[in-house]
């Protein structure tokens, strides 16, 4: 994961962090094809977050991320889905985050 800045609407900079890329081995992620939570198929994503044993990007359609985004869970839930993946033992990986 690489740090890095941007500036606000007002100049303000801010610090953000890029989940596009593995910080193990520095590889781009493919984000992947459908939705996380419902197994549908995205063209677009809308929320994103790393697996980074598969080495892709977990996407969320727009009706689950913005259910999920409104009620504060996004982050919960992409790590219930890496859970279920591949068990608790993954989290110590996002330990940082």
């Known amino acids: 994961m690489a740090k890095r800045k941007r500036s606000d609407e007002d100049g303000n900079e801010e610090e953000g962090t890029d989940y596009n890329f593995d910080p193990g081995s520095q590889v781009e992620l493919e984000p992947e094809d459908s939705c996380c939570v419902t197994g549908e198929d995205v063209k677009a994503s809308f929320a994103r977050y790393p697996d980074y044993r598969r080495g892709t990007l977990m996407v969320m ?35 940082n985050q």
């Open 61 to 95: 359609s727009k009706t689950i991320a913005l259910q999920h985004l409104r009620a504060g869970t996004s982050l919960q839930k992409f790590k219930e889905v890496l859970v279920e993946r591949h068990g608790e033992e993954v989290l110590k990986e996002y330990k």
